[in-house]
């Protein structure tokens, strides 16, 4: 059978932004292994290129954001069960897994440049871990998350249980990846899995306005935040404030953050360079 088309759209555009779209209506904007390896090349794209200083992540149309990765129709009641897999050695799941969605998943956590998502519909297992994955989050009011995993006997992947814990606790991670319930915009907010709902259509629009606000902010301190902010949880208070202390140090030999007190000495609105 001929793979669809990846349906993955990049540009980059004179405003520091790059806009990553996936442009796979017709599957659920699900994601084949081709597709998945060229977001993981346009995350590694923007987090090398220094004219990249914003990442936005949106999908086409407002059905799916992403149902995650494209699964083969289940068989019909005439056929045999499936048999047990063979020619498969141990351990080639879990590379497969590696170098696939938890790779994916990777490229956004370690991408130096904030990444804005724009989600619209149901994002859906694996693709509600890009959602997770994601700094900021604009969430369309009638879009929604499921942890579909437990609907098709499926361990959770993607680095969904690492995701939900950090961000929502055990109690209500546990309640999410074993029930599988859809999670509404309005609860998705309430639990601190978006930053924004938004009415419906608005969700680009605002999405593309908080990527414009970062990528005119002083790059270098947003990319050290960034760091700073995905190990926090991970770290004791001693090894927090020794890298707080050596980012700031980083960030206080940074032109725009002589800039940042330039213009808050002459009252006039900063104009970062991005170094």
């Known amino acids: ?61 407002d059905r799916h954001f992403c149902a995650g990765a494209g699964l083969a129709p289940p068989q019909s009641p005439t056929d045999a069960p499936p048999k047990p897999r063979t020619g498969k050695r141990p351990g080639d799941i879990a590379r497969m897994l590696q170098q696939g969605w938890q790779r994916l998943v990777a490229s956004i956590l370690d991408c130096d440049k904030p990444v804005v998502a724009s989600v619209k519909g149901t994002a859906a297992g694996a693709g509600a871990s890009l959602v997770l994955a994601c700094d900021l989050v604009v969430m369309s009011a009638d879009a929604r998350l499921v942890q579909a995993f437990v609907h098709r006997g499926i361990l959770p992947d993607s680095g969904a249980i690492h995701l939900l814990t950090r961000m929502v606790g055990l109690r209500r991670a546990t309640e999410l990846l074993m029930l599988g319930e859809p999670v ?22 605002t999405a593309e306005e908080i990527a414009g606000r970062l990528a005119a902010g002083p790059t270098v301190m947003l990319a ?41 000495a002459e009252r006039r609105t900063p104009r970062f360079q991005g170094f």
Do not use: Y
């Not at 190990?231 to 953050?257: H, I, K, L, N, P």
């Open 184 to 205: 509404d915009a309005a609860t998705c907010e309430r639990l601190g899995l978006v930053n924004r709902v938004v009415a419906p259509g608005d969700a680009d629009d």
């Open 224 to 264: 050290l935040t960034k760091r700073l902010l995905s190990v926090s949880s991970e770290s004791g208070r001693d090894r927090a404030f020794e890298q707080e202390a050596w980012a700031q140090e980083v960030v206080s030999r940074t032109a725009d953050m002589q800039e940042g007190l330039r213009s808050f």
């Open 1 to 61: 059978m001929t793979e669809e088309a990846p349906g993955i759209v990049v540009t980059v555009g004179n405003d520091g932004i790059q806009r990553i779209t996936i442009d796979r209506p017709r599957v659920g904007n699900s994601l084949s292994p081709l597709a998945r390896d060229m977001l993981i090349a346009a995350f590694t794209q923007a987090n090398d290129d220094p004219a990249v200083r914003a990442v936005l992540l949106g999908a086409t149309g």
